[in-house]
């Protein structure tokens, strides 16, 4: 099968665009959205350095076997993992792990395209003035009138799902790879500039202080959990979005060395995101611990206040949804692939069907914020936006890293170790050595042990 050096999908064009496809998937609304208000929810520093150790020693070796299968299976995942298996003497029943990618990606997709909406009305309220003199109160009540009229929802729901439709629909060079080129260098360039104004805050000794120096005793065990899951959930990992395009990936190109930009530069923006957004909460008397609402509350009473805020809040908003979009069509390529390779659609007719259904599923969570809203208890933690938190739950705490520990398993101990020397293309040398140790016996254990402590179902 090494032969089959294309997928019939087409290719990326350069080691670069590959680089960019992968950050612009991992880079989204898991930085700049979920990582400050989960950091917030879960005390800071103890959470965010169990999630740095996460992303090391789990996501970024998990990250470069998931990159290795779709590359050397060079399909959709769900006929990448059958035919990997096959390749490799076992069941062709592996092909499960294909099919749990292609159902959790469509159910991210379904709240996540929900999420981004907010920020594509955001960029209209930014450029309409709609932020000038905004404290935290008058922050909080737009937010809140806004996520409470489902009609509103609904609609940029819509308009982001169609975004990420024709994007997916016009394939890997002419869609996906346009995309990212230019929006990923743009939204860097900005956080770094909102990095200067929130720093000129007086309050970076408390900003750095929250996120960097860990408290256990605020670390609770949903935080762990939740820790782990983030880590999966912010790199694109264990559901196919990563071995899709790796599958799209030239054989010459160095997986190690491109997985550790990708992950780098993911974690920058997550830092950076929650310095500014930490520092913004601080300066003005919020909560950092408010859920889901915080970036969205936050970051508008500073473009109302700093000069040029009507510009620069426009622009932040603007390359949120461009995270966001580079993200999301990564979440629905993996079942549109499928669709085109097995049911012999075309690429058009299975972007449209799969976002119509994301938007369909997607109700579900427009109506957590308002009528449907209900609270439960999760490992200890109370959960209060209903459905929207039973569908993060259920995929970015199970899915997303059950399908990672699949992942390791299948490249720890289901291929031949031949096969992934080949594929790594580092030789046999100490890197290989710790990235196989790391995925055959570190990661999945790792990920088996937190959950299960998480749960409690440890004997102890
Ligand atoms: N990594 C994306 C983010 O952080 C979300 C995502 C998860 C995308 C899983 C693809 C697959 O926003």
Same mark, same amino acid.
């Given at each position: 099968?090494?032969?089959?050096?294309?997928?019939?999908?087409?290719?990326?064009?350069?080691?670069?665009?590959?680089?960019?496809?992968?950050?612009?998937?991992?880079?989204?609304?898991?930085?700049?959205?979920?990582?400050?208000?989960?950091?917030?929810?879960?005390?800071?520093?103890?959470?965010?350095?169990?999630?740095?150790?996460?992303?090391?020693?789990?996501?970024?070796?998990?990250?470069?076997?998931?990159?290795?299968?779709?590359?050397?299976?060079?399909?959709?995942?769900?006929?990448?993992?059958?035919?990997?298996?096959?390749?490799?003497?076992?069941?062709?029943?592996?092909?499960?792990?294909?099919?749990?990618?292609?159902?959790?990606?469509?159910?991210?997709?379904?709240?996540?395209?929900?999420?981004?909406?907010?920020?594509?009305?955001?960029?209209?309220?930014?450029?309409?003035?709609?932020?000038?003199?905004?404290?935290?109160?008058?922050?909080?009540?737009?937010?809140?009138?806004?996520?409470?009229?489902?009609?509103?929802?609904?609609?940029?729901?819509?308009?982001?799902?169609?975004?990420?439709?024709?994007?997916?629909?016009?394939?890997?060079?002419?869609?996906?790879?346009?995309?990212?080129?230019?929006?990923?260098?743009?939204?860097?360039?900005?956080?770094?500039?909102?990095?200067?104004?929130?720093?000129?805050?007086?309050?970076?000794?408390?900003?750095?202080?929250?996120?960097?120096?860990?408290?256990?005793?605020?670390?609770? $065990?949903?935080? +762990?959990?939740?820790? &782990?899951?983030? #880590? /999966?959930?912010?790199? !694109?990992? =264990?559901?196919?979005?990563?071995?899709?395009?790796?599958?799209?990936?030239?054989?010459?190109?160095?997986?190690?060395?491109?997985?550790?930009?990708?992950?780098?530069?993911?974690?920058?923006?997550?830092?950076?995101?929650?310095?500014?957004?930490?520092?913004?909460?601080?300066?003005?008397?919020?909560?950092?611990?408010?859920? $889901?609402?915080? +970036?969205?509350?936050? &970051?508008?009473? #500073? /473009?109302?206040?700093? !000069?040029? =805020?009507?510009?620069?809040?426009?622009?932040?908003?603007?390359?949120?949804?461009?995270?966001?979009?580079?993200?999301?069509?990564?979440?629905?390529?993996?079942?549109?692939?499928?669709?085109?390779?097995?049911?012999?659609?075309?690429?058009?007719?299975?972007?449209?069907?799969?976002?119509?259904?994301?938007?369909?599923?997607?109700?579900?969570? +427009?109506?957590?914020?308002?009528?449907?809203? /209900?609270?439960?208890?999760?490992? =200890?933690?109370?959960?209060?936006?209903?459905?929207?938190?039973?569908?993060?739950?259920?995929?970015?705490?199970?899915?997303?890293?059950?399908?990672?520990?699949?992942?390791?398993?299948?490249?720890?101990?289901?291929?031949?170790?031949?096969?992934?020397?080949?594929?790594?293309?580092?030789?046999?040398?100490?890197?290989?050595?710790?990235?196989?140790?790391?995925?055959?016996?570190?990661?999945? /254990?790792?990920?088996?042990?937190?959950?299960?402590?998480?749960?409690?179902?440890?004997?102890?």
């Amino acid at each position: 099968m090494t032969e089959k050096r294309v997928s019939l999908h087409g290719m990326w064009s350069s080691r670069l665009v590959f680089i960019l496809a992968a950050t612009g998937s991992a880079v989204g609304l898991g930085n700049i959205w979920k990582f400050p208000y989960i950091t917030g929810l879960n005390g800071g520093g103890a959470f965010v350095l169990v999630y740095l150790i996460c992303i090391a020693i789990i996501g970024i070796p998990i990250m470069m076997a998931e990159v290795l299968l779709g590359r050397r299976g060079r399909r959709s995942p769900i006929n990448t993992m059958m035919e990997l298996a096959r390749e490799a003497g076992s069941s062709p029943r592996w092909s499960w792990l294909g099919w749990v990618g292609v159902v959790a990606g469509i159910l991210i997709m379904s709240y996540y395209s929900v999420i981004a909406g907010w920020a594509v009305a955001y960029v209209l309220d930014a450029a309409d003035g709609a932020f000038v003199g905004f404290d935290g109160d008058s922050a909080g009540a737009h937010f809140g009138a806004m996520v409470s009229n489902p009609g509103t929802l609904a609609f940029w729901h819509a308009i982001f799902t169609i975004l990420t439709v024709l994007v997916v629909a016009r394939g890997v060079r002419s869609g996906l790879e346009q995309a990212v080129k230019v929006l990923m260098p743009a939204l860097f360039l900005l956080l770094a500039l909102l990095m200067g104004y929130a720093v000129n805050t007086g309050y970076f000794a408390d900003g750095l202080h929250f996120l960097f120096d860990p408290d256990f005793s605020k670390l609770t $065990p949903e935080g +762990v959990l939740t820790a &782990l899951g983030h #880590a /999966f959930f912010t790199l !694109s990992l =264990g559901m196919g979005a990563i071995m899709v395009y790796g599958s799209y990936m030239p054989k010459k190109t160095s997986i190690s060395k491109t997985i550790f930009t990708v992950a780098i530069m993911d974690t920058l923006v997550a830092l950076m995101a929650g310095m500014v957004i930490f520092l913004i909460v601080f300066a003005n008397g919020l909560q950092p611990a408010s859920g $889901p609402g915080l +970036v969205f509350v936050s &970051l508008p009473i #500073a /473009f109302g206040e700093m !000069s040029g =805020g009507l510009l620069f809040g426009t622009l932040f908003f603007v390359l949120v949804v461009f995270a966001a979009w580079t993200s999301a069509i990564s979440l629905i390529e993996p079942a549109v692939a499928f669709l085109v390779e097995n049911r012999g659609m075309r690429r058009t007719t299975a972007a449209v069907l799969i976002g119509a259904f994301c938007w369909v599923l997607g109700l579900v969570t +427009v109506m957590s914020f308002s009528s449907w809203s /209900f609270s439960f208890e999760f490992a =200890g933690a109370t959960k209060t936006d209903g459905m929207f938190d039973v569908l993060d739950i259920l995929t970015s705490t199970f899915m997303l890293p059950l399908g990672g520990m699949a992942i390791a398993i299948f490249a720890g101990w289901i291929m031949q170790r031949a096969d992934t020397v080949d594929e790594l293309g580092v030789g046999e040398g100490a890197g290989y050595r710790v990235w196989y140790t790391l995925v055959r016996y570190v990661s999945p /254990f790792a990920v088996g042990i937190l959950i299960l402590n998480s749960l409690h179902l440890l004997p102890t």
